[in-house]
């Protein structure tokens, strides 16, 4: 078991690490797992063509490029 208290650094997020997908029509191949959220959003793994998000509007792909 470990611990983190006592921890004091705070996280700063830059703005240049922001990710950013392509929206796309359809999902690609190889989907591996489907993951639904808190706010009811769609998560695809796939291990050929990324990550897709699906929010009931728009189904976004997230990859490495």
Do not use: P, R
Request: proline content about 0%.
């Amino acid at each position: 078991m470990t611990s983190c208290n006592g921890q004091t650094a705070k996280q700063q997020i830059k703005i240049d690490n922001i990710v950013k997908g392509d929206t796309v029509k359809e999902l690609g191949s190889s989907i591996m797992v489907v993951y639904q959220d808190s706010k009811n959003t769609y998560w695809f793994g796939s291990w050929k063509t990324g990550v897709y998000k699906y929010d009931g509007k728009e189904l976004i792909n997230y990859t490495t490029k």
